[in-house]
């Protein structure tokens, strides 16, 4: 989970819930985080993950600037908080523990990813 302090000043959207924040195939611009509510990470047909209040998505856009490989839906009412480059920029250089969390996150899901491999 992501320190949220890190955020309390900046600007949130809400979501409601269906609704949704990207689909696959989409440029993308922007990561999350999820200052409230749940979203669920949609590959094909199939909820991947839901990401709950703490939690962020969206960030390999940020880092290898290549179209989406999943969606992502509100799974209840939220409020997130869009980090664009230069803002991602600058909470991993000024902040390195944000880095360790983004890292962790992305480590985490390949993680999961190469278990659901094993396990078909």
Known sequence: MINLSLFRNAESKDYAAGEVV????EEGELMYVVAE???DIIVGPHVAETVLSGGMFGEMA???HHVRSAGAVARTQCKL????QRR???LVSETPFFAIQVMSNMAERLRRANERLIEA
């Open 88 to 90: 991602f920029q600058y």
């Open 81 to 84: 908080v869009a980090i664009d």
């Open 62 to 64: 940020l880092i290898d």
């Open 22 to 25: 990207f689909s696959a195939g």
């Open 37 to 39: 509510g749940e979203v």
